[in-house]
């Protein structure tokens, strides 16, 4: 283990032997909902361990995802604060950190919903009219092949009868997960590699892969009867804006943070959760997709707004900014190849690769500055973020440049340790991923 600020490149022992670093070695609970980017559940075990952590402890993750660092904390007992500007993604965490449910009115729901889909089915005026379908299909969902009409119809079918069925009900969470899964699973023809495209049609009945996943929900729960008791807070919010109140954070302070955010690698989060979005009618029309984009870290060139400023918190960072200058280099290098005359000479979204970077970076370091009130003094952070270069193939060591922000905002980098190395089929090259770990270097 390397102390100080430089890569260490020796393979760590942060996974088991027997499974590989993207699998859950066991995946209850996790595998209700996932992000193709997730990290897995022993990397957060392991850091848990690690930094000595038990159920007194309190653990923050501001880019929660799909709730990875919330659901193993609760498997130990240990409070957690969930953070994320995603609202399926803190969907899917409340849903899957809520465990006080009564196990047999699940399965009973599920039998009732799945024998009262067919006169749902039936109810064409009550389809056309969902929110769910008037989104997907004005959006050009179904037009672009994600999921055909009729299979959007089977999901919106549960849609109602869960609804309808679980008013009153503290399963219906649950239920809207499943339904969820399905939707996106099953009745859709996406799927992720990391990026979402459209796949071979998809045939599998939807009913019956509900019930599938209502029945493996159930058992899941069965195991979590022996952890000890955690609360887990979930919040829909902008991490760059983190403040004590609007997480309700514990007054004592954060004992560590365990988190994956976003880096700079034209991935477009909210993508990826179109339909979930859609299907939680989050997101109903270009305005709400905005509203939700907005409050997000920029980390792709769709994402990029007039208003966007968050690129002046980091003219005074060199490293950063000798990149930044590359890139706009191969940019002024690439429009003058071309002739005066050719339509693309203007790079379309490669002109804002410069401002991309910049704004995640000055983003990130809003973050910190936001975060460090609300720590110990003695706190642990971990960060995995992956190398990247997606722009002009000009690498970006995101986790050195984002430990060299986080020094100057309160914090001192302990160790940057590689975690694995991913093949990047955009640059045909292998890309390394790390762990950042820094701690807070003066009092708050
Ligand atoms: C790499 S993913 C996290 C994956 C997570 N560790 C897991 O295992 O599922 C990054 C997350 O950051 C979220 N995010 C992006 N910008 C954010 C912001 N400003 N505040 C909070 N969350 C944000 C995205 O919605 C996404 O869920």
């Not at 670093?21 to 848990?48: C, M, T």
């Not at 965490?93 to 809520?98: D, G, I």
């Not at 699973?185 to 796949?199: D, I, K, M, Q, W």
């Not at 060139?301 to 000798?322: A, E, M, N, W």
Request: charge should be positive; aromatic fraction near 10%; include cysteine.
């Amino acid at each position: 283990m390397v102390k100080g600020n430089g890569i260490n490149d020796e393979s760590v022992s942060l996974q088991r032997d027997d499974v590989g670093p993207q699998q859950f070695k066991n995946g209850e609970i996790h595998d209700w909902y996932r992000l193709v980017l997730g990290y897995s559940d022993h990397l957060v075990g392991a850091l848990l361990d690690e930094f000595k952590l038990g159920p007194e402890a309190a653990v923050l993750d501001p880019f929660s995802g799909a709730g990875t660092t919330a659901v193993e904390c609760k498997k130990r007992g240990i409070n957690c604060w969930a953070v994320d500007a995603n609202p399926s993604s803190c969907f899917a965490t409340k849903a899957k950190t809520n465990w006080r449910i009564d196990r047999s009115e699940l399965v009973r729901l599920g039998l009732e919903i799945t024998s009262a889909f067919q006169k749902r089915r039936g109810n064409l005026r009550l389809l056309e009219s969902d929110r769910t379908t008037l989104y997907v299909t004005t959006s050009g969902m179904v037009k672009r092949g994600w999921i055909t009409r009729s299979r959007l119809f089977d999901v919106i079918a549960l849609k109602h009868a869960i609804d309808e069925f679980t008013s009153a009900s503290r399963v219906r969470e649950l239920l809207r997960l499943a339904a969820m899964h399905v939707l996106v699973h099953t009745a859709s023809n996406v799927r992720f590699g990391p990026e979402l495209y459209c796949g071979q049609p998809r045939n599998d009945p939807v009913l019956d892969a509900f019930l599938h996943r209502v029945l493996s929900m159930a058992a899941d729960l069965e195991a979590t009867d022996v952890c000890p008791p955690a609360e887990t807070f979930v919040r829909c919010a902008d991490s760059r804006k983190l403040s004590a109140k609007l997480i309700n954070a514990p007054s004592a302070g954060f004992d560590a943070v365990i988190t994956s955010p976003p880096y700079p690698a034209e991935h477009d989060y909210t993508r990826n959760s179109r339909l979930e979005l859609a299907y939680l009618e989050n997101v109903r029309d270009v305005m709400s997709l905005r509203y939700v984009k907005r409050s997000m870290v920029r980390s792709h060139t769709k994402g990029i707004y007039k208003t966007d400023c968050d690129d002046v918190h980091v003219t005074d960072f060199s490293r950063l900014q000798r990149i930044v200058r590359r890139i706009e280099k191969q940019l002024a290098w690439k429009t003058a190849s071309k002739p005066a005359t050719d339509k693309t000479r203007d790079c379309g979204f490669e002109r804002l690769y410069g401002k991309v970077t910049q704004e995640y970076f000055g983003g990130m370091r809003r973050h910190f500055r936001a975060l460090r009130p609300l720590l110990k003094d003695s706190a642990h952070c971990a960060y995995v973020v992956g190398d990247q270069s997606s722009y002009f193939q000009i690498k970006i060591p995101t986790a050195k440049l984002l430990g060299e922000i986080a020094a100057t905002e309160g914090f001192e980098v302990t160790e940057i340790r590689k975690w694995r190395e991913r093949w990047s089929t955009g640059t045909k090259r292998f890309l390394k991923e790390h762990i950042l770990f820094f701690r807070p270097s003066t009092p708050a």
